[in-house]
């Protein structure tokens, strides 16, 4: 089974620019979380998604981070416009609900602005 | 709010055991987990331990559990080179409540 899949992997843009962040969840999961990884913060949780509706976004740092579910598997991260402080590596993360729940990260999407 | 915090960093020699630390602050947590980052990849899921256990092992991996303390350790038997990387520890607090709080990591660096 393929695991959770994030795209671009790599992101390089110019400050001012809109960034848009995808994930694709593992077959079968019904949540998403979008993590940030700097090494100034550490590991931060910036919005959860369960069935497709956002439960948690009090992570996300300001109006110019959106998050989006538009379907069951798939979900998009939008920086507009970006700015050098939001260079960091997105990780999003699948897992199903239950009480034993796990989640499953992706490999990452390194973003760096300019 | 909650906080769980880890060494920055350990040193063995290959075929050593290991010894990771982990102290959190939410006496409400319900499951611990640990992960391992290698350089320019993702998380990846070692081992979780449910908070009304105090041991957990699989494999080369012990999951040590003192909730009283709220202590968590993992120790890696054997330890290999291809054990070095970044270990996270990280909490899930009371039911309902499902977002992971992470410490800050403990680099492991395997000399042979």
């Known amino acids: 089974d393929a695991g959770v899949i994030q795209s671009p992997r790599h992101e390089v843009t110019e400050m001012g620019q809109e960034v848009t962040l995808r994930c694709k969840l593992i077959?079968?999961?019904?949540?998403l979380f979008w993590y940030r990884q700097t090494m100034m913060r550490g590991l931060e949780l910036l919005i959860y998604f369960n069935n497709n509706v956002p439960i948690d976004d009090s992570g996300m740092p300001e109006d110019r981070f959106s998050a989006k579910m538009p379907n069951a598997s798939f979900s998009t991260l939008k920086i507009q416009p970006s700015e050098p402080r939001d260079s960091a590596v997105y990780f999003c993360a699948s897992s199903q609900t239950g009480e034993r729940e796990t989640q499953y990260f992706g490999p990452g999407t390194r973003l760096l602005v300019l | 709010g909650e906080d769980v915090e880890q060494s920055l960093f350990l040193s063995v020699r290959e075929g050593d055991s290991s010894v990771i630390n982990c102290t959190y602050t939410?006496?409400?947590?319900?499951?611990l987990y640990w992960y391992k980052q290698e350089p320019g990849a993702g998380l990846q899921l070692l081992t979780y331990i449910f908070s009304n256990m105090d041991m957990k092992q699989d494999q080369r991996l012990t999951v040590l559990l003192n909730k009283k303390d709220k202590h968590l350790s993992l120790r890696i038997a054997d330890t290999q080179t291809g054990d070095s990387a970044i270990y996270f520890c990280a909490e899930r607090g009371a039911a309902g409540r499902r977002a992971l709080t992470f410490g800050s990591g403990t680099r492991l660096q395997v000399q042979p």
């Open positions: 939410d006496s409400s947590s319900t499951y």
């Open positions: 077959s079968g999961h019904n949540s």
